[in-house]
């Protein structure tokens, strides 16, 4: 006999509850805010909708409904089932947190703050979220397939993420490396520079636009469905044993961007989450395409 669905409430804990939990009481995190011109009751008042919108979510899981609340530090942590909905509270980020964890599991995202967040990926209302569960269950239900990226170094070790991965210095440093696409003929440079962005059309949204125009938008930028990725080096620096050439492009599926590390160390994340980091070092290679799964999004 099959298990029932099960709902995994995916939330993060909210500007209010950092501030008391660093200051003590809500009284010292009210005199911390007004010392620095702020009113907590704004903070407390986007704490008290993300919680009313956490509350509606859980009382809309059909009854027969296994369901889990996981919050965004323990995702890491979390086992995730096949038979699982992920219900995403709150912000367009979280969305992006919790896709690499998962392997076609249905996703969908409420909006805890409308109009304070873009919506890209937490496109419905708490209301919504009765409906959306069931509709989850049938086979007509209306998914975008979201294209992913991913990572792989030479010695196994794989990164995930929804919107772009980073590869760089840890610091501020420049990061030495080189740089070379698979079926570009074996064309290899050699870089010094701020690091390289791979980023898909859902992460189009983001960092990678503000790179593609800082860049005069002459790639065409791609749908968040759409199999091609776009790759930037950020500030790559000219010198004799360095150079310029390759800093921009297109990463169709079968197309892959290959990276050899000439730094003592060099670090690859995703989606902004630098605790979880591939660590490089000198010699080591990293390939960078697109990810062979989808993130299921509730149109």
Known sequence: MSLAPRAVLVHRTTEYEELVARHGTHGQAAFFLSSRGRDIEEVAERHRRARRALAEVT?????????????????DRFLFAPEDVVVVVGQDGLVANV?????GQPVVGIDTDPGRNPGVLVR?????????????QSAASPFDELTMVEAVADDTQRLVALNEIYLGAAGHQTARYRLGLEDDGGVVEAQASSGVIVGTGT??????RSVWQERGGQLSLPSPTEERLLWFVREAWPS?????TLVAGELP???RLHLTVESERLVAFGDGMESDALDLTWGQSLTVGMCGRRLRLAG
């Open 59 to 75: 009382a809309a899981i059909p009854l027969t409904w296994r369901q889990s609340l996981v919050e965004r530090a323990d995702l």
């Open 99 to 103: 896709a690499k964890y998962l392997a």
């Open 124 to 136: 419905h209302r708490p209301g919504d979220a009765g409906a959306l569960l069931r509709s989850t």
């Open 203 to 208: 992460g189009a949204t983001g960092w990678i």
């Open 240 to 244: 004799p044993a360095t150079g310029t």
């Open 253 to 255: 599926a079968s197309s």
